[in-house]
């Protein structure tokens, strides 16, 4: 027996669009490799700026990928015993377990606005570049906060098949 197929997800676009732009970062992570490495090595002039650079684009990818895998509900899992559980147990296990999770999101998003804030304080900044840090930390704050809510959610809605 065939099952209808589902309606498309209103947190498709979303998820879309996160994805578009941490693979926009990640390519400006690539490029910005390659000419540092071509610049060091063929002309002895690295790129100024480039580690600096590739750590903030890093750490966005990764924050701004944590509500997408949040939507996704693809968070990595281990389940060397839960599996072996009764099925009528596995609902109330998962939205404990999404609960937990996302009080872990809320208070690393706590605690991320909380440094951010100590950041833009002392007006801190990158060495080189001398680009301001606050920002980024404010945008990881942000993206934390976004997956604990979304993972909340998980938690109150029926489990996928």
Request: charged residues 10%; hydrophobic residues 55%; positive net charge.
């Amino acid at each position: 027996m065939s099952r209808a197929p589902s309606l498309p997800s209103p947190a498709g676009p979303a998820r879309a669009a996160l994805g578009v732009i941490c693979g926009v970062m990640l390519f400006a992570m690539m490029g910005l490799t390659v000419v540092d490495v071509i610049g060091r090595y063929l002309f002895s002039a690295p790129l100024t700026g480039a580690t600096e650079l590739t750590e903030i684009l890093l750490a966005c990818v990764i924050f701004i990928g944590l509500p997408a895998v949040s939507l996704d509900d693809e968070h990595v899992t281990v389940d060397l015993i839960t599996g072996k559980l009764p099925a009528a147990i596995q609902p109330f296990r998962r939205a404990i377990l999404l609960l937990a999770s996302g009080v872990v999101l809320a208070v690393i998003a706590w605690r991320l606005w909380a440094h951010a804030g100590q950041i833009a304080g002392y007006g801190g900044t990158t060495n080189s570049l001398r680009l301001p840090v606050a920002p980024v930390a404010y945008l990881c704050a942000i993206c934390t906060g976004l997956a604990a809510g979304i993972t909340f959610a998980a938690a109150m809605r029926p489990p996928r098949d």
